[in-house]
């Protein structure tokens, strides 16, 4: 199944420079978040439920997916 998401607004980290390419974001509403390559705009995008989203982004700023840590 394929949506149109160009309408939301997608954004990239502030830690992300103009040069370089990343993953943006869009708060979709409904309690979804969209997920995409910025080299790509108009290719797929990723969607997950926003309590899924908010648990990963809250592991990934407490350290829990750090790797180098176990």
């Known amino acids: 199944m ?3 998401l160009s309408e939301f607004i997608w954004f990239k980290s502030s830690y992300s420079s103009a040069e370089k390419d990343c ?3 869009a708060f ?3 309690g979804a978040v969209g997920v995409r390559d910025s080299k790509d ?4 995008a990723l969607v997950f ?3 899924e989203w908010h648990s990963f982004t809250a592991r990934i ?3 829990g997916l ?3 840590q176990s």
């Open 28 to 30: 979709l509403g409904a």
């Open 66 to 68: 750090d790797q180098s």
């Open 49 to 51: 439920p926003a309590d």
């Open 2 to 4: 394929s949506t149109d």
């Open 23 to 25: 993953v943006e974001v």
């Open 41 to 44: 705009p108009a290719g797929p």
């Open 61 to 63: 700023i407490s350290g």
